[in-house]
């Protein structure tokens, strides 16, 4: 759409570099058509030159076919004969990249299906790597250099070595500030989110938490990518314990025109951010905390796979009965936790769920009791904090981390057996 303006820095920089190319060739192709060829030539070589400075092969090799024809109806021999010398070398730039493109399509296509695809691609993704290498370094285009560095990190991310991904963003963004990166095609943002959810799973929760601060202001709110940031913003702050941050960030992302216009799934990650929160810090208001139990008591499993945030439901629903002290409802999801743990928990990358979900049963093994349940989950506490975090292969996701769900588990334990000493020492009074 050329009402579309790209000009905004918020906005991808690659974008406004394309467009610029789109309007020369839209200009130029009526004007051959017109058999103004003269013109025409001159704005194809303009094309062909913004195309070449945002390394877009694919355009180059486009104006480059068009000032072969013009060559031929205008009969200049000497330029057709450059003309075919430059398009040869294009072509044969394009088809390596677009070598290097099936490959990260493909990756692509696993990264995004189910969990056994995923898993089935921690084995392949060392040579798919390496194969991207060679090309890159027989090309050296911007191109190559982003599938590989895609791909780099969607590696790292699979088996949850986010140390590396921190790494490689800062690599990359120090290559960008020397002039090693395109800058018209490079999307600073994507590294910089990279960088900040990276963090959050190596459990850098303080340090990134002001990097996303920091990144939070490149992001235009009208994009997708302004909601994807948010929410890793919003986790780090829960991560840090920002708990008031936390929620000013979802009334934020709340307030936003475009919130509507996310995928159902995207809206419901919100509602599950949000009653994480106000269990958390819970809300003075009626009307809110009747929302609140509704929601936790309906709120649907997202995914048929079990991948995403199937466990942090499960979780915050035992959390919810465990605090109401309501036993029928607390053991209705004790035989869900049960045999959750029992299909879908078997994996050595899933112990962390697994530690946790044995310690939430010895809650109700150990009939509720304090000290026994802080003494004999103390070994599975140690477990858990030496346990790595999963990679991305393995799906689930700690909106709040389990060794702090722990403490406010235990918190819980505490407020009930107060109130029930409250209470019994009410009836002894009256009797």
């Not at 390394?55 to 480059?64: N, R």
């Not at 990359?172 to 018209?184: F, L």
Request: hydrophobic share 40%; aromatic share 12%.
């Amino acid at each position: 759409m050329y009402f579309l303006d790209q000009t905004d820095p918020r906005h991808i920089a690659s974008k406004r570099y394309e467009q610029q190319c789109l309007g020369l060739l839209h200009q130029a192709k009526i004007l051959a058509g017109e058999g103004e060829y003269k013109m025409a030539e001159k704005l194809f070589r303009k094309f062909i030159r913004v195309a070449e400075d945002a390394e877009y092969t694919a355009y180059s090799v486009l104006g480059a076919r068009f000032l072969r024809i013009i060559y031929a109806e205008m009969r200049q021999p000497a330029k057709y004969k450059k003309v075919i010398k430059q398009l040869a070398a294009y072509q044969a730039q394009l088809a390596l990249e677009e070598e290097a493109e099936v490959l990260y399509a493909d990756i692509k296509m696993a990264l995004n299906h189910k969990v056994r695809s995923r898993k089935f691609l921690l084995h392949q993704m060392p040579v798919y790597q390496h194969k991207l290498e060679q090309i890159h370094k027989k090309v050296k285009s911007y191109n190559t250099f982003h599938f590989l560095y895609v791909t780099r990190l969607s590696k790292e991310e699979l088996v949850g070595n986010y140390e590396e991904i921190i790494k490689i963003t800062s690599v990359t963004e120090k290559a960008r500030k020397q002039g090693k990166i395109n800058d018209k095609r490079f999307d600073k943002r994507f590294n910089n989110y990279m960088s900040v959810y990276a963090h959050l799973r190596c459990r850098k929760a303080v340090k990134g938490l002001a990097l996303a601060e920091e990144y939070f202001k490149d992001f235009h709110y009208s994009s997708g990518n302004w909601f994807y940031f948010l929410e890793t913003y919003l986790l780090l702050a829960v991560h840090a314990k920002q708990y008031g941050q936390a929620f000013e960030l979802l009334q934020q992302a709340r307030k936003n025109p475009y919130y509507r216009k996310q995928r159902v799934a995207a809206q419901q990650r919100w509602e599950l951010y949000e009653a994480y929160i106000q269990f958390v810090r819970p809300e003075q208001s009626p009307v809110k905390m009747r929302y609140f139990t509704q929601f936790v008591q309906t709120v649907p499993d997202y995914s048929r796979d079990k991948q995403g945030y199937n466990v942090a439901i499960l979780i915050l629903q035992f959390l919810h009965f465990l605090r109401r002290r309501d036993i029928e409802g607390l053991l209705a999801r004790l035989e869900g936790l049960r045999k959750y743990e029992q299909r879908h928990l078997r994996d050595p990358a899933t112990l962390r769920s697994q530690l946790f979900f044995r310690m939430l049963l010895m809650t109700v093994k150990e009939n509720f009791v304090l000290a026994v349940c802080e003494k004999k989950a103390a070994p599975l506490l140690e477990r858990l904090k030496a346990a790595p975090q999963p990679g991305e292969a393995y799906g689930e996701i700690e909106i709040i981390p389990y060794e702090d769900l722990w403490e406010l588990t235990l918190g819980i334990l505490r407020q009930n057996q107060m109130e029930q000493a409250a209470i019994e020492h009410a009836e002894r009074n009256r009797t």
